[in-house]
Structures are given as structure tokens and as C-alpha cells.
């Protein structure tokens, strides 16, 4: 860890994003694509690995036709002592309170995605649903984070038919191999994994 | 509403818990049983609603051998515009952010619980798995929730087999009529079904 924790009154938990992620990434522009999109997130996993931040993961919601950058997050489970915290929930909770919503399809919004490094574990999953975000697009693979011996919960098949049954388009294993490169990085250099 | 939100900066999330929860709670004694514990999450489901701060959900964190109260959460969705705060998820951070771990299954810790006055949803059922609590407590059912409105996403059978196979046992329907009645209340009001 390179840096410490937000100070932190009893009854209240604040989420911030690591210092570095302020110059890590570029709001102006638009990002054009599903690999243009993955590719911001696979480089704030790989910072958060680098920068000793967390977990090897990271996520952005966008605007689905603009290509806007609306939120971002990366893996801050032990940085914030907060398990729920991983890179998916992050990116939601701080699009929310961009929008001044609690979903991202509330009348009068553009329509959001969530785009993941790595498929998300049961939480997130959930999360992305609750969201109203109406595309989840996905990097690296369940299977490839449990090789690397992160849990990823009681996801299913009929998971991700709920999701899409709920209008939510998925797509998956965009930049894969880059996703996944993060995820090896992170486990050459030993890297915690928590809740294993 | 009765109160407003929390301060918000940009890139940040504040959760905090209702201003009327600092009077609501006796944090000094123990709860000696599943139903002590219940019905405080249950009376936080309730006062969620009578004071208009949230949906009719509650949860705690106990320690599970001596019965202390170390977090508590309600429905914080529409209050935070974050959808991610279900009283689950907000009484996990709470207890984790007490008892500064990313885990309440930390060496030197005793053991905890999470009481919930519903069954959880697919997020908060994996929120539960990541936590560390060894015991899982339920109140209402998923199928009461679901008469109300609520979508409770993709829970299966085997899910609560994932969370009983990684050793948290899980107890259903304590107080259940109770727990539902707010349930009733809450429709009865016609209070906001966010994500129906």
C-alpha cells in the first residue's frame, strides 16, 4: 500500500478511489469501442497491481451510444477494509452519484454499461443488475480469475439468463488475453488473495 | 425524505446511516438469542419505513458466541442513490469498517453473523459469502419480498449450498410473521419498488 486509508468516522464508510487514478485516466474523450472501453479497464487493473492498490481488477461505466466515461473503480478491498468493494461496485456506486440516481435507467438518462476486466463474482452480479445498467461487457473469464484462486461465488448459467432475460445484454471475453496478462502479473508477484 | 443526503465530493461516496439510527439502538448490551437480534433488525426495517428514510429491509452484524452488536444497516438505495445499499451490504462495511478488516473472519477475531430481516438477493447473498461471517439469519422470505415487488435476481438452491459448503450455516424464517408485517406496512404505504 502506498498510501493510507480515507479517514474514517464510526458509523460511516468513504469510498475514494486511489490517488493515482486522478492521472491514470482520460475524461475528455469519448471511447469508441467495446476493445477501446476494455482496454481503460484492464489499464486500472494492472495500476492498482503496480501501485499496490488492490486486487488485479478494474471496471468503468459508460454512456452505451456516446461512449462517455461516467465512473470508474478498481479492486479496494483491503486498501478500504471493505469486502464488498470490488472494481465492478466501485465503478456503479460512483456512476450513481455522478447521475444524482440510484439507476442508471432512471427517465431522462442515456442508456449505461458496465464494462469488467474479469466476469463478475455473484455480488457483482447482482450489483450490475440492481445498476440499471443495460450492457455488462466483459475481459478475462470466471475461469480464468479462479485459476488464480479468487472465489468467484454462486454465479450460474442461469445467472447471466437472468440478466439477459432483464434486458441486459452481455458480452464476453473482449481483450481477453489482455485482462488476463493483469491477472497473471498479479500472481508472479504473489499478490494477497483474499477471501481464498 | 426527512433528511438529506450525505455531503457528496466528486470521485467519492459517503454512506452513512440515518440520522435517526444514533437513537434507535442499544449498542450496550448483548442480544442473547436469534430473535433478540431479529427483532432489531426488524425494528430497523420498520423505522426505515415510518420514517421514510428507505425500503423495508434491516440487517446486524452480531459477534456470534457473546451477542454484540457490531454493525447495523438499513435500505439506503434511494436515500444515497446508491444501489448497492441494501441494509446487508451497509451493515458488512459498517462492521468491517469497525472492526478495521477487509475480513470478519481475521485471525484474533471472534466470530460473527450477519441477521437480516429478508432473505438475501443475489448481490447480498455474495456480499455475505465475501464478508466472513461463519452464520447467516434470516427473517422474511425471499418469496414474501418477491408478493411485494421486489426482485430478489438470481438466488438458487445452490446458492445457499456455496455459502453452506465455504462453512456458513444459515437459519431461515426467524420471526418471520414479524419481519413480513413490515413487509405489509411498506406496501400498505405504497412506498417506492425501486428496480421492479
Redesign the interface.
Same mark, same amino acid.
Not at 26 to 34: I, K
Not at 87 to 113: D, I, K, N, Y
Given at each position: 500500500m502506498d498510501e493510507p486509508s480515507?479517514t474514517?468516522r464510526?458509523?460511516?464508510? /468513504?469510498?475514494? #478511489?486511489p490517488a493515482w *487514478?486522478?492521472d491514470a485516466v482520460d475524461w475528455t474523450q469519448p471511447y469508441p469501442s467495446d476493445e477501446a472501453k476494455m482496454r481503460l479497464t484492464v489499464a486500472l487493473s494492472r495500476l492498482n497491481v503496480e501501485r499496490e492498490t488492490g486486487g488485479p481488477f478494474g471496471a468503468a461505466v459508460f454512456e452505451l451510444e456516446s461512449g462517455r466515461l461516467v465512473g470508474i473503480g478498481v479492486n479496494s /478491498?483491503?486498501r #478500504?477494509?471493505?469486502? *464488498?468493494l470490488h472494481a465492478e461496485?466501485m465503478a456503479?456506486?460512483?456512476a450513481?452519484?455522478?447521475?444524482?440516481?440510484?439507476?442508471l435507467s432512471a427517465p431522462g438518462l442515456p442508456r449505461h454499461e458496465l464494462v469488467t476486466s474479469c466476469e463478475p463474482?455473484?455480488?457483482?452480479?447482482?450489483?450490475t443488475?440492481?445498476?440499471?445498467v443495460k450492457r455488462l461487457v466483459c475481459g478475462a473469464t470466471r475461469d480464468d480469475a479462479m485459476r488464480l484462486g479468487f472465489?468467484e461465488?454462486?454465479v450460474?448459467a442461469?445467472?447471466y439468463?437472468?440478466?439477459q432475460q432483464?434486458g441486459i445484454e452481455v458480452v464476453r471475453e473482449v481483450c481477453r488475453d489482455e485482462a488476463r496478462a493483469v491477472l497473471e502479473m498479479y500472481r508472479s508477484r504473489s499478490g494477497p488473495i483474499?477471501?481464498p
Amino acid at each position: 500500500m502506498d498510501e493510507p486509508s480515507a479517514t474514517q468516522r464510526p458509523g460511516e464508510v /468513504v469510498i475514494t #478511489l486511489p490517488a493515482w *487514478a486522478a492521472d491514470a485516466v482520460d475524461w475528455t474523450q469519448p471511447y469508441p469501442s467495446d476493445e477501446a472501453k476494455m482496454r481503460l479497464t484492464v489499464a486500472l487493473s494492472r495500476l492498482n497491481v503496480e501501485r499496490e492498490t488492490g486486487g488485479p481488477f478494474g471496471a468503468a461505466v459508460f454512456e452505451l451510444e456516446s461512449g462517455r466515461l461516467v465512473g470508474i473503480g478498481v479492486n479496494s /478491498v483491503v486498501r #478500504l477494509n471493505c469486502s *464488498a468493494l470490488h472494481a465492478e461496485v466501485m465503478a456503479l456506486m460512483l456512476a450513481e452519484q455522478e447521475r444524482h440516481s440510484f439507476t442508471l435507467s432512471a427517465p431522462g438518462l442515456p442508456r449505461h454499461e458496465l464494462v469488467t476486466s474479469c466476469e463478475p463474482c455473484a455480488m457483482c452480479l447482482g450489483a450490475t443488475l440492481w445498476s440499471g445498467v443495460k450492457r455488462l461487457v466483459c475481459g478475462a473469464t470466471r475461469d480464468d480469475a479462479m485459476r488464480l484462486g479468487f472465489d468467484e461465488g454462486p454465479v450460474f448459467a442461469a445467472s447471466y439468463d437472468y440478466l439477459q432475460q432483464a434486458g441486459i445484454e452481455v458480452v464476453r471475453e473482449v481483450c481477453r488475453d489482455e485482462a488476463r496478462a493483469v491477472l497473471e502479473m498479479y500472481r508472479s508477484r504473489s499478490g494477497p488473495i483474499y477471501n481464498p
